[in-house]
């Protein structure tokens, strides 16, 4: 059984950040893939970022440059720091992590940017 947990998210005004964290739990030997997505009211589920086991990381254009995503190993959790944030990424995040062949996803955290 894996669970992910997320927190992080908030109300914020248009050009402050926010850090989200999605910390991974359970029984596994390691985890491949981790990244998030988003999903905004009316709008499909679209990737926001992906890092590697290695560190490699990708980004959707909409993001690059504002956003930064990382992970610790150690502690399963992979994070994604969010600059400069514009009312247009307003929406639910939602993390998730690849183990072996399985895609395990979060409950969602609420991201509200004001104008």
């Known amino acids: 059984q894996v669970q992910l947990v997320e927190s992080g998210g908030g109300l914020v005004q248009a050009g402050g950040s926010l850090r989200l964290s999605c910390a991974a739990s359970g029984t596994f030997f390691g985890i491949d893939d981790m990244g998030w997505y988003r999903q905004a009211p009316g709008k499909q589920r679209e990737l926001v970022a992906t890092?590697?086991?290695?560190?490699?990381?990708n980004y959707a254009d909409s993001v690059k440059g504002r956003f930064t995503i990382s992970r610790d190993n150690a502690k399963n959790t992979v994070y994604l720091q969010m600059d400069s944030l514009k009312p247009e990424d307003t929406a639910v995040y939602y993390c998730y992590a690849n183990i072996i062949r399985s895609t395990y996803w979060g409950q969602g955290t609420q991201v509200t940017v004001s104008s």
């Open positions: 890092i590697t086991s290695g560190g490699r990381t």
